[in-house]
């Protein structure tokens, strides 16, 4: 079993940056790939990055050059470093956890996810 708890949302101005943080439970979290997925109000869950245990990472093309996902495997944590925000960033970010080895942007391949972080961008 693993347990996700985001942090790190907020209010931020269009052009500001954020970090979410993701702290997992478990003695495993090295072998697993993590995620961060968003959903919007009125929308649905979208993949925004994963990254391997191996430290490869794939990211969606609405963030490419603005998010960076990173890991530490000694803290058990997962990041986001969202720079540029826009205000269609708005949504609930929410952490993932895949025992798949080679998961990627598809919900089903995550075993776990937390609750989520609120992500307000205003213009």
């Known amino acids: 079993q693993v347990q996700l708890v985001e942090s790190g949302g907020g209010l931020v101005q269009a052009g500001g940056s954020l970090r979410l943080s993701c702290a997992a439970s478990?003695?495993?979290?090295?072998?697993?790939?993590m995620g961060w997925f968003r959903q919007a109000p009125g929308k649905e869950r979208e993949f925004v990055a994963t990254i391997r245990w191996s430290g490869s990472s794939i990211s969606a093309d609405s963030v490419k050059g603005r998010f960076t996902i990173s890991r530490d495997n000694a803290k058990n944590t997962v990041y986001l470093q969202m720079n540029s925000l826009k205000p269609e960033d708005t949504a609930v970010y929410y952490c993932a956890a895949s025992s798949r080895p080679r998961a990627r942007s598809l919900e089903y391949e995550y075993d776990y996810w937390g609750q989520g972080t609120q992500v307000t961008v205003s213009s």
């Open positions: 478990g003695r495993t979290f090295s072998s697993y790939a």
